[in-house]
T-cell receptor, first 113, second 115 residues
Framework: NAGVTQTPKFQVLKTGQSMTLQCAQDMNHNSMYWYRQDPGMGLRLIYYSASEGTTDKGEVPNGYNVSRLNKREFSLRLESAAPSQTSVYFC????????????FGDGTRLSIL | DQQVKQNSPSLSVQEGRISILNCDYTNSMFDYFLWYKKYPAEGPTFLISISSIKDKNEDGRFTVFLNKSAKHLSLHIVPSQPGDSAVYFCAASAGASSNDYKLSFGAGTTVTVRA
């Protein structure tokens, strides 16, 4: 039972490089989310997709783009990486509707030099 | 400005005793609250939740209490076990849309259970 799978687990980039973080879920969930976790900040929502074909900005969307490729997959792209984007990125999914717990992947640790 | 605050970064408790984790929120529109548990190098996992129409929800060793007037919730773990050593995140949602919900997270509390 894989749940939410994120690739890669680790990545080091140079400032200005581009990168796509991949996320796939096998729970037939409609809603998917991207968060970043920084020390002392908790998790902050970057973008979310309530259902296939829709995406919306979260709390910290600047510098990121997303693609909901199909129901299973939701990718996060950094077009021109900056050191401030060094973080741990988590993808999550949930059933559509209120009060549905989100299920998280194990994260991608991204360092930008 | 963080709308969900966990003011205790860490908590150390002896095995078998009670762990009490606290969380405060500022947004009066929050009406659903969750606790997540996170081990190192893993993603958060859902632990327990409570709706604003209740003041208590219990699931085995875990109980969440909600005090709406004080905008405060707490998680009680009793008895604490070594496997409970983890980071605990408090989260809240305001339910603006019926189709999805966005969570606001606190910064987390690291719990260490001593043998």
């Amino acid at each position: 039972n894989a749940g939410v799978t994120q690739t890669p687990k680790f990545q080091v980039l140079k400032t200005g490089q581009s990168m796509t973080l991949q996320c796939a879920q096998d729970m037939n969930h409609n809603s998917m989310y991207w968060y970043r976790q920084d020390p002392g900040m908790g998790l902050r929502l970057i973008y979310y997709s309530a259902s296939e074909g829709t995406t919306d900005k979260g709390e910290v969307p600047n510098g990121y783009n997303v693609s909901r490729l199909n129901k299973r997959e939701f990718s996060l792209r950094l077009e021109s990486a900056a050191p401030s984007q060094t973080s741990v990125y988590f993808c999550a999914s949930s059933k559509q509707g209120r009060n549905q717990p989100q299920h998280f992947g194990d994260g991608t640790r991204l360092s930008i030099l | 400005d963080q709308q969900v605050k966990q003011n205790s970064p860490s908590l150390s408790v002896q095995e078998g005793r009670i762990s009490i984790l606290n969380c405060d929120y500022t947004n009066s529109m929050f009406d659903y609250f969750l606790w997540y548990k996170k081990y190192p190098a893993e993603g958060p996992t859902f632990l327990i939740s409570i709706s604003s129409i209740k003041d208590k929800n219990e699931d085995g060793r875990f109980t969440v209490f909600l005090n709406k007037s004080a905008k405060h919730l707490s998680l009680h773990i009793v008895p604490s076990q070594p496997g409970d050593s983890a980071v605990y995140f408090c989260a809240a949602s305001a339910g603006a849309s019926s189709n999805d919900y966005k969570l606001s997270f606190g910064a987390g509390t690291t719990v260490t259970v001593r043998a």
